[in-house]
């Protein structure tokens, strides 16, 4: 099946207290001092990072323990009633993440932001200007595709905390409006969108 074959197991690793344990644990154990027991347990901690390329979101959480979530394209990130794709998570998000579990694979089907890091703001000087043409948006994830007159491309998301005119301005967004938005950079083809100009 797509969702399981796609998933990474969930593996934890503690930092501070590996001694602690008896040595002879297998998976289940470990899980268990996360987790707890049966499924539709939760994870709650800080975001470390998410890796697409293993489709895991690596998360801290508050004894020390560092959990790999594997998710897929139908995990849910929620925020203030508003949804994301997985990789607008950052860094330093605070979150609790839904976990289930299929034999000894884990993996989060949707995960709540309970404090965001944007909103302590980020440096304007790493910010750069983006000028061009919207060629795709998608309102519900909270992304637009934008070809700048140079040819090249961009993918901008928009982060959890955005003003009420800037979120009224992404919602009005068509394609073939032309948009001028300070974002930023992720990488060379995406950026994260800070405001409108």
Wanted: charged residues 20%.
């Amino acid at each position: 099946m797509k969702l399981m074959q796609g998933v990474a197991l969930l593996a934890l690793a503690t930092t501070t207290a590996c001694a602690s344990g008896t040595g002879g644990g297998g998976l289940g154990d470990i899980l268990g001092s996360v987790l707890g027991s049966g499924a539709g347990s939760q994870v709650s901690g800080t975001i470390q990072g998410v890796d697409t390329r293993n489709r895991q979101v690596v998360i801290t959480t508050s004894n020390n323990q560092t959990a790999y979530l594997g998710y897929d394209d139908r995990t849910r990130v929620v925020y203030q009633d508003r949804a994301y794709d997985v990789t607008a998570l950052e860094r330093g998000d605070r979150v609790t993440a839904r976990v289930q579990q299929s034999g000894n694979a884990y993996y989060t089907d949707q995960i709540e932001v309970t404090q965001s890091v944007s909103s302590g703001g980020s440096t304007t000087r790493e910010l750069v200007a983006i000028s061009g043409i919207v060629r795709q948006v998608n309102h519900s994830e909270g992304w637009f595709y934008v070809e700048q007159s140079n040819g090249g491309t961009v993918t901008i998301s928009m982060p959890y905390n955005v003003t009420r005119t800037d979120d009224d301005r992404f919602r009005s967004l068509r394609v073939g409006n032309s948009v001028r938005v300070y974002a930023l950079p992720i990488t060379n083809t995406r950026a994260e969108f800070r405001q409108f100009y």
